[in-house]
C-alpha cells in the first residue's frame, strides 16, 4: 500500500483538529493487565488492520500484544498501532518495552532509556512501494524529557544504552548473544519496529525499557519464564505509575 494511501480525508482532518496533548504509549502484557484490563478500548480500523486504543485522562494507550494479550512478537501488526496514534493527531509515544541485559552491569529490575538501536532483519516499513530512505532514530527532545521527568518523580533509570533487535520468537542462542554483546546493551522484539515507522510518520518516539532478565548465557543462572515474567510484572508497576503521574507534563 502506498504510504499516501494509508490516511483517509477524514483521517487528516482529525489530526489537524485534534488537541495533541494526550501521550501515546505502547505497551506488552504486564503494563496492560496492570493499567487497562478493565477499561473500555475503542476498535480502530486502519489500512494496515485493526488495532484497539484505551484513553485515560493524559494517556492514549495501545496493548502491543492485542486485547487477548496473545500475539507473539513476531506477529505483532506495528503497522496498524502506529498509524493508529497518528489518525488521532498524537505526536508523542512512549513505547514500553521488555528487554534481557547484555552486560552483566546492567541487572534485572533496571529501568534504561536507550539512545539508539540495531535492527538488521526484518525491517518494519510504510513504504512498501515507495523508494524512500528515512535516518533512523530515538527522537532526542523526548528522550530528554523522559530522563528529566525520572528524575523529577524519582525513578531510577540508566540513562543511555543500544537496543538490539531480534525477530522472535525464541529467545536467542548464547553465541547469538555472545557476539551481540560486542555491538548494545540490551535485546529485545519490538522497540526497534516501532521506532522506525514512527519515524516515518513523523512521530517523536522514545522508549522505557525493562529489564526482565540477563539474555542467555550472560550469567551461568538458567533462564526462567517464569522469572522473567515476574520481573516484568514488577517493573510494568513501576513504570505505569511514573507515566500516570508524568503524562500530563509531556509538551
Known amino acids: 500500500m502506498q504510504l499516501s494511501e ?12 485534534a488537541r495533541i496533548t494526550m501521550l ?13 484490563k478493565n477499561t473500555e478500548g475503542e476498535e480502530i480500523d486502519t489500512p494496515f488492520g485493526t488495532t484497539h486504543m484505551f484513553l485515560s485522562e493524559n494517556i492514549a494507550f495501545v496493548p502491543r500484544h492485542g486485547i487477548q494479550s496473545n500475539v507473539p512478537p513476531h506477529k505483532i501488526n506495528h503497522r496498524a498501532n502506529i498509524i493508529a496514534f497518528r489518525t488521532k493527531g498524537i505526536s ?4 514500553v518495552n521488555s528487554v534481557g541485559s547484555l552486560k552483566t552491569d546492567i541487572s534485572p529490575l533496571s529501568i534504561l532509556i536507550p539512545h539508539d538501536y540495531i535492527n538488521f532483519w ?16 530515538l527522537d532526542e527532545n523526548l528522550r ?15 540513562k543511555n544504552g543500544v537496543y538490539i533487535q531480534t525477530t522472535g520468537p ?13 555491538f548494545g546493551d540490551m535485546v529485545g522484539m519490538t522497540m526497534a519496529s516501532e521506532a522506525t515507522l514512527t519515524k516515518e510518520m513523523e512521530i517523536a518516539y522514545a522508549s522505557i525499557c ?3 532478565n540477563y539474555a542467555h548465557g550472560i550469567t551461568d543462572e538458567p533462564l526462567k519464564s517464569e522469572t522473567i515474567i515476574k520481573n516484568a510484572r514488577e517493573n510494568s508497576i ?14
Open 6 to 17: 494509508s490516511l483517509s480525508d477524514d483521517d487528516h482532518v482529525r489530526r489537524k483538529e
Open 24 to 36: 501515546g504509549v505502547i505497551g506488552g502484557v504486564g503494563f496492560f493487565e496492570e493499567a487497562f
Open 92 to 95: 508523542k509515544i512512549i513505547g
Open 122 to 137: 526484518n525491517i518494519a516499513t510504510y513504504f512498501d512501494d515507495k523508494i524512500v530512505h528515512i535516518v533512523p532514530q
Open 144 to 158: 530528554q524529557m523522559l530522563l528529566s521527568l525520572s528524575e523529577k518523580y524519582g525513578l531510577e533509570v540508566v
Open 170 to 182: 525464541r529467545l536467542e542462542t548464547k553465541a547469538e548473544i555472545k557476539m551481540l554483546t560486542s
Open 210 to 212: 525493562s529489564v526482565d
Open 238 to 251: 513501576r513504570i505505569r505509575d511514573f507515566l500516570f503521574k508524568a503524562a500530563g507534563e509531556f509538551e
